[in-house]
Nanobody, 127 residues
């Protein structure tokens, strides 16, 4: 099993920044793709960003240019630097881990392809 714990959420004014972190423990592997998802009240969970084992990054259009995902495999940590935050970024943010799928493929933006999930951390952006 892999355990994921997010931290770093909080309240910030629009235009501000936050840095989220995710610490992984248990049977971790550098081969996992790691991702951030978020869920706002009344909305479905949505993809935010992902990073491959080799460091390739992927972003939702809504956050591209504002958010940066990174990982430190030696520390078993995943970060999400969020800049120029908007009220519509308000959500619970979850980190997740995805093992290679059949054929050695990854589906970075698909939530149900991720097996392990953290408990979430609240991000609130005021206007």
């Amino acid at each position: 099993q892999v355990q994921l714990i997010e931290s770093g959420g909080g309240l910030v004014q629009a235009g501000g920044s936050l840095r989220l972190s995710c610490a992984a423990s248990g049977r971790t592997s550098s081969s996992y793709a790691m991702g951030w998802f978020r869920q706002a009240p009344g909305k479905e969970r949505e993809f935010v960003a992902a990073i491959s084992w080799s460091g390739n990054t992927y972003y939702a259009d809504s956050v591209k240019g504002r958010f940066t995902i990174s990982r430190d495999n030696a520390k078993n940590t995943l970060d999400l630097q969020m800049n120029r935050l908007k009220p519509e970024d308000t959500a619970v943010y979850y980190c997740a881990a995805q093992a290679p799928q059949p054929g050695g493929l990854y589906y970075y933006s698909i939530g149900n392809k991720y097996k392990y999930w953290g408990q979430g951390t609240q991000v609130t952006v005021s206007s």
